[in-house]
């Protein structure tokens, strides 16, 4: 079932177009991840959906309800929308418990105290905040903030949950530890939820779904999987992880095509559909790079390069591997380590063609 229709939502500031033509739809239960770098217009596109920004054109239904629609004058105000929203700073009143601030929704709304008591217990219980409840927010660490702020959101049981980057200003450890929780969440009270984010590994580790934006614009969507391996643009390729974008022309060499890139530096690309002449941009991942020291059995190389550069990861070292004027990043494990200034021949494991 489509839970969120969104159909062609445009906002401008001024000149600026923050949010051109957006189209999605995100179904029941369903945790979708809007991916893209900062100023891209994320945080107006939740805005609008939200209603405290009215977008200057398109429509937007919440299931069968329509909750914004420019050309039939439509525009349900922000508290009658049944959206929860958590902001990048989290946004708590200072001067209110952590229990006043969960509760806040439901004391505006009037609702009885027993009520609101039980509501409030059911949340502080789901965040793990129950000896928490009495604290100021300058009495809680961040991470324990960000829980309130979603405990806010929660309370009011939204049929929709929207996270504008909740997670930025954690450490790498309590990010991750919070990405499980919120995903936990989620699940368990089948929570449909627009997440969005700058942070790649984020979208990748989290979502159901994930959509690219760029520049106020639709790039791409599909399973994180799909999204990671199938980049359809330069830009989805380079942003969602790390990619070589390699570009060259496409010659006829006897019963192959070989993409040549520069003078000592080509690659078969026969099993793709494409033409002699055609010029073509590639993009291949640094983990799909092989490089040694000796040429392999009958493999044919795609160059040889020089190591200029590495990075250390831990896990795995990233070399920059200079081939022509091409500058290549390489993933290599830590076991199998090269020198700078090492001449290596480089392999392809896997390439993927860019429109
Ligand atoms: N209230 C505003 N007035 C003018 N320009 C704005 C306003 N809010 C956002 N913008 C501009 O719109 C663009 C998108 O911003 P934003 O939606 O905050 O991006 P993101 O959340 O992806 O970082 C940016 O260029 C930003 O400067
Ligand atoms: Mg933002």
Redesign the pocket.
Same mark, same amino acid.
């Given at each position: 079932m489509k839970m969120l229709q969104i159909k062609d939502i445009s906002k401008k500031?001024?000149l600026?177009t923050?949010?051109e033509d957006f189209s999605v739809d995100i179904g029941n239960g369903e945790l979708l991840a809007v991916l !893209?770098?900062? !100023?891209?217009?994320?945080?107006?596109?939740l805005s609008c959906i939200a209603g405290i920004l009215k977008a200057d054109k398109g429509e937007i239904f919440l299931g069968k309800r329509c909750l914004y629609s420019a050309q039939k004058g439509i525009n349900v105000p922000p508290e009658e929308r049944n959206i929860g929203f958590v902001f990048q700073n989290y946004a708590l009143w200072p001067h209110m418990t952590a229990e006043r601030n969960i509760s806040y929704p439901l004391r505006i709304r009037k609702r009885t105290k027993p009520f609101i008591k039980k509501e409030v217990n059911h949340i502080l219980s789901l965040l793990r905040l129950e000896d928490k409840g009495n604290r100021y927010p300058h009495q809680l660490s961040g991470g324990e903030q960000q829980r309130v702020s979603l405990g806010r959101a929660l309370i009011m049981g939204p049929d929709l949950l929207l996270l504008?980057e909740p997670l930025s200003n954690l450490d790498a450890r309590l990010r991750e530890e919070m990405q499980k929780e919120i995903r936990k969440i989620q699940r368990d009270l089948k929570l449909t939820v627009i997440h969005?984010t700058?942070d790649q590994s984020e979208a990748l580790a989290m979502s159901d779904r994930i959509v690219v934006m760029n520049n !106020?614009k639709f790039i791409q969507e599909g399973s994180p999987d799909d999204v990671y391996n199938n980049p359809n643009s330069i830009f989805a390729a380079d942003f969602v992880g790390t990619s070589n974008i390699i570009r060259g022309k496409v010659v006829k060499s006897i019963n192959k095509l070989i993409l040549v890139c520069g003078s000592d530096f080509r690659f078969d690309v026969s099993h793709i559909p494409i033409k002699p002449g055609e010029h073509a941009v590639f993009s291949v991942r640094p983990e799909d790079i092989d490089i040694t020291l000796k040429k392999k059995g009958t493999a044919n190389p795609v160059g040889t390069g020089v190591i200029v550069e590495h990075i250390y990861r831990g896990a795995h070292i990233q070399y920059e591997v200079k081939i022509g004027d091409n500058s290549l990043k390489v993933q290599v494990h830590p076991a199998d380590s090269f020198e700078t200034g090492d001449v290596v021949f480089l392999y392809f494991k896997r390439i993927k063609r860019l429109k």
């Open positions: 500031f001024g600026i923050a949010v !893209g770098p900062s !100023g891209c217009g994320k945080s107006t596109l504008d969005v700058h !106020g």
